[in-house]
């Protein structure tokens, strides 16, 4: 780092007088011997490596002498009286050399460093601080960038964390596991833009790596890549590995580039594309280079958990590269067209199958990882997200929805033809476009294939076609008639009284214009009166009163409300969010059996009243106490009377998905883990219906809401076992299944079910959110209509006679 601020030094002495704004340490950029990576975790807790480090790489064509040089080191935030410490050099690095300077050593860690280069004592910090290569064994004395950036002696600098001194802005922090590493051997005199934190990766002058390790290994990119998902040269460092630069991923924190090969292999399992990641700084390359690159192989968790159940991504880390020619042509991009009749093997982790990409689509996939794929004219079965997304399928005729989508029919059945698709284009140029299920992207649609925890394998496009709508509109359900009784239930997303105006006007208008005003609707994921903020509160009043606000603004009826507040963060969800499930009704059309006594605690129970079952309260929790409902919502039943008919609903919300292994995770066939919990929720909740069905096997009985599970699942077979009661999902036609729509799999999160007793039964999924990238919540709306039983035929009989006239009296107002 040369100093471009001496001036100010020399205008001083002269005696000119000036006012100057001084900036962070700005220098003209370095051109050979350059700090490469500093980490002062090591022996710390967590920490592999024992002993702290800083590496130098000479990014020059000639020798570099050391004689009389030195590392030194500042805390990052130094008083008036902190100095610098020091670490003298010798010898010197030849030209794309490295250079290891090893310090303190902890109490922890398993592996030391190569044999070092130089050995110092300085007891460097895990998290920030200021290393400089200085030209002088002198210790310096600046404490401030300006005072550093005016010193000649320094020929380099980094700042990393929150260090006071620094270039321009300090790099990344670290942490005991983790370094801050120049991204490629050039200086910009900007540590933000020039380093990345990531794994250590220390390498000595004879190239040895840690613990001794061998020099780097010269490898092409069909080497690394293999033919298993996991590389053969996974932590080891690597050189002369070439190809063209296809992508670049110029935002985020995992930002980078991605080459290929323009000399392919004759192997059809192993990949000729490779992602080089740079973390948080942008890479110094451009789509077209032809680059030579050295770095160390990582096999990369999306999900950076050590225990993680999705499959990882090959990269190079703590890389740098040289620029042989610019504006190359790339490798074509193969169209991904016919895919195999598999999805993918089983028994265990398939990490170290060999694979076989023309018998496995995730094989497939596998195989073309990082190289350019392409795709044309596919149709989208997963909306835009707010993360820039959307999921289309390149299997056309692949379970399609009546609507588009594609349809998740079974555990067998995972729709290998959907396909992620991101964007790599800066939306400054233009902006990710809005698309709805049954949109066509037209065009061609092509750049490198990569993998992420949420998604699986993803087109990261570079060319991205145009969206043609698909002419998809909200659906509307019509009104229920004079005898019949309505039973909506609605999952509104984590609604709470913070919420836009916005929010609450689009769901209202969903229950009246789309719904048609049901006369009871159950609600899921109702947030207390102050939502995520974790205080205590736990009442709902507010939410409720302006949600049906909103109702009655947009032409509704006026709602009341029932529910029962949980204990503080005893139910799941947002923490401080306490959500619940609630009744809203229409007491012109209903009334409610209010009988008190209910609180989160107290579980309703079924007794009998003149021969008929009643609830001990209502509304009341079902069996809250059960372990079953641990961290979870309990079921809350009600009990309501409909034209002198009683029905008992009951609104659920059951355990979520969460901790279940992905369908395109490396564990084959995946552990659905959350099962577990509700099918004894099930068998809670199915208690509860038996108990009704002893006192009064004609009883009207609705269970409704989000069980978070499949019509083909454990947790429904529990429900429906021995017909006591029946999923109206299963009566509908198999291509209008579904109420949620996740990675382009259009399926069923959302049921109702009915007991016996119900006649006349007419049932509607409405799709107004799942299938739109505008949606006001992530689940599908649904009604049932039919007539309560009056529990004894002639009585039906009688109702149903006068629920025709007041029918046809209706019809002739």
């Given amino acids: 780092m040369t100093s471009s601020l001496r001036g100010l030094?020399?205008?001083?002495?002269?005696?000119?007088?000036?006012?100057?704004?001084?900036?962070?340490?700005?220098?003209?950029?370095?051109?050979?011997?350059?700090?490469?990576?500093?980490?002062?975790?090591?022996?710390?807790?967590?920490?592999?490596?024992?002993?702290?480090?800083?590496?130098?790489?000479?990014?020059?064509?000639?020798?570099?002498?050391?004689?009389?040089?030195?590392?030194?080191?500042?805390?990052?935030?130094?008083?008036?009286?902190?100095?610098w410490q020091a670490t003298r050099l010798a010898g010197e690095v030849q030209p794309g050399g490295t250079y290891l300077v090893s310090e303190a050593r902890g109490a922890g860690g398993t592996v030391d460093l190569p044999t070092p280069d130089a050995v110092?004592?300085?007891?460097?910090?895990?998290?920030?601080?200021?290393?400089?290569?200085?030209?002088?064994?002198?210790?310096?004395?600046?404490?401030?960038?300006a005072d550093c950036a005016a010193d000649p002696r320094i020929h380099d600098l980094i700042g990393y964390g929150n260090a006071t001194v620094r270039e321009t802005a300090p790099a990344p922090g670290t942490g005991n596991t983790t370094s801050s590493a120049r991204v490629n051997r050039t200086d910009t005199d900007n540590n933000s833009a020039d380093f990345a934190t990531g794994e250590p990766t220390p390498v000595n002058a004879a190239g040895e790596g840690p613990g001794g390790g061998t020099p780097p290994v010269s490898a092409k990119i069909h080497d690394i890549q293999g033919v298993t998902r996991v590389s053969p040269l996974s932590g080891k460092k690597v050189a002369n590995v070439s190809g063209v630069v296809t992508a670049i991923r110029a935002f985020g924190r995992d930002r980078g580039f991605w080459f290929q090969d323009t000399a392919p292999d004759a192997d059809p399992r192993t990949s000729e594309g490779l992602f080089v990641l740079t973390g948080t700084a942008s890479p110094n390359v451009k789509v077209g280079d032809a680059v030579v690159v050295t770095g160390t192989v990582k096999e990369a968790l999306p999900d950076n958990d050590a225990n993680s159940t999705y499959q990882s991504v090959t990269q190079l880390t703590g890389a740098s590269?040289?620029?042989?020619?610019?504006?190359?042509?790339?490798?074509?991009?193969?169209?991904?067209?016919?895919?195999?009749?598999?999805?993918?093997?089983?028994?265990?982790?398939?990490?170290?199958?060999?694979?076989?990409?023309?018998?496995?689509?995730?094989?497939?996939?596998?195989?073309?990882?990082?190289?350019?794929?392409?795709?044309?004219?596919?149709?989208?079965?997963?909306?835009?997200?707010?993360?820039?997304?959307?999921?289309?399928?390149?299997?056309?005729?692949?379970?399609?929805?009546?609507?588009?989508?594609?349809?998740?029919?079974?555990?067998?059945?995972?729709?290998?033809?959907?396909?992620?698709?991101?964007?790599?284009?800066?939306?400054?140029?233009?902006?990710?476009?809005?698309?709805?299920?049954?949109?066509?992207l037209t065009g061609v649609t092509e750049g490198p294939l990569d993998y992420s925890s949420f998604g699986g394998y993803t087109l990261q496009a570079t060319t991205l076609g145009q969206v043609a709508g698909g002419g998809l509109q909200p659906e509307k359900?019509?009104?229920?008639?004079?005898?019949?009784?309505?039973?909506?239930?609605?999952?509104?997303?984590?609604?709470?009284?913070?919420?836009?105006?916005?929010k609450f006007d689009r769901l209202a208008k969903g229950v009246v214009e789309n719904l048609a005003s049901p006369d009871i609707i159950a609600l899921e994921e109702i947030q207390d009166d102050n939502g995520a903020t974790n205080d205590g509160t736990v009442s709902a009043g507010q939410t409720l009163k302006k949600f049906t606000d909103a109702i009655v603004?947009?032409?509704?009826?006026?709602?009341e409300w029932r529910q029962i507040n949980p204990a503080n963060n005893a139910d799941g969800g947002e923490p401080g969010g306490n959500i619940r499930v609630a009744f809203i009704f229409n007491p012109a059309r209903v009334s409610f059996v209010d009988r008190p006594g209910a609180d989160a605690?107290?579980?309703?129970?079924?007794?009998?009243?003149?021969?008929?079952?009643?609830?001990?309260v209502s509304p009341g929790r079902i069996d809250p106490g059960n372990a079953a409902w641990e961290r979870s919502r309990k079921p809350l039943a009600g009990e309501f009377v409909f034209k002198g008919r009683k029905v008992f609903v009951v609104a659920n919300h059951f355990s979520s998905k969460g901790g279940?292994?992905?369908?395109?995770?490396?564990?084959?066939?995946?552990?659905?883990?959350?099962?577990a919990q509700r099918i004894k929720q099930a068998i809670a909740l199915r208690g509860f219906v038996d108990s009704v069905l002893a006192v009064d096997r004609k009883a009207n009985i609705v269970l409704t809401g989000d069980l978070n599970d499949f019509q083909f699942s454990p947790v429904l077979a529990e429900l429906t076992r021995g017909g006591a009661v029946k999923a109206l999902i299963d009566t509908l036609p198999a291509r209008e299944r579904y109420t949620y729509i996740f990675e382009g799999n259009s399926q069923v999160l959302d049921h109702t079910l009915t007991s016996r007793a119900s006649r006349g039964l007419e049932y509607d999924v409405v799709h107004i959110n799942a299938e739109f990238a505008d949606q006001v919540s992530d689940h599908d709306p649904q009604v049932v209509r039919f007539r309560p039983s009056a529990g004894e035929d002639w009585l039906d009989a009688l109702f149903d006679l006068l629920d025709l006239i007041e029918q046809v009296r209706a019809s002739h107002r």
Avoid at 121 to 144: E, K, P, W
Avoid at 553 to 559: D, K, L, N, T
Avoid at 663 to 673: A, D
Wanted: net charge negative.
């Fill in 601 to 616: 605690a107290t579980p309703v129970q079924v007794v009998k009243q003149h021969g008929k079952a009643a609830l001990s």
């Fill in 553 to 559: 603004a947009q032409g509704g009826p006026r709602y």
């Fill in 477 to 502: 359900t019509r009104k229920q008639r004079t005898g019949e009784l309505a039973i909506g239930t609605y999952n509104v997303e984590n609604l709470d009284p913070g919420d836009e105006q916005t």
């Fill in 321 to 440: 590269w040289t620029v042989s020619s610019a504006g190359n042509a790339l490798p074509q991009a193969e169209t991904i067209g016919s895919l195999p009749a598999g999805y993918v093997p089983s028994g265990g982790n398939i990490d170290s199958l060999e694979l076989r990409p023309a018998e496995y689509t995730l094989d497939y996939y596998e195989s073309r990882e990082g190289m350019r794929v392409a795709v044309s004219d596919v149709r989208v079965v997963g909306p835009s997200t707010e993360f820039y997304e959307m999921y289309v399928t390149v299997r056309p005729g692949e379970n399609p929805t009546a609507r588009g989508g594609t349809l998740y029919t079974g555990y067998d059945q995972p729709n290998p033809g959907r396909l992620k698709v991101m964007s790599l284009i800066p939306f400054a140029e233009r902006p990710f476009p809005q698309a709805n299920v049954n949109d066509k």
């Fill in 660 to 675: 279940d292994q992905s369908v395109h995770g490396r564990f084959q066939p995946p552990n659905r883990s959350s099962e």
């Fill in 120 to 145: 110092g004592t300085i007891a460097m910090a895990g998290g920030a601080g200021t290393v400089a290569l200085v030209r002088s064994t002198d210790l310096l004395t600046c404490l401030t960038a």
């Fill in 9 to 83: 030094a020399v205008a001083a002495s002269v005696g000119l007088t000036m006012v100057v704004a001084v900036p962070a340490a700005a220098a003209a950029p370095s051109q050979d011997i350059l700090i490469g990576e500093v980490y002062g975790g090591g022996g710390n807790s967590g920490a592999t490596l024992t002993q702290d480090f800083v590496e130098l790489t000479n990014a020059g064509t000639a020798p570099v002498s050391l004689a009389g040089w030195s590392v030194q080191y500042l805390p990052a935030a130094p008083s008036a009286s902190s100095r």
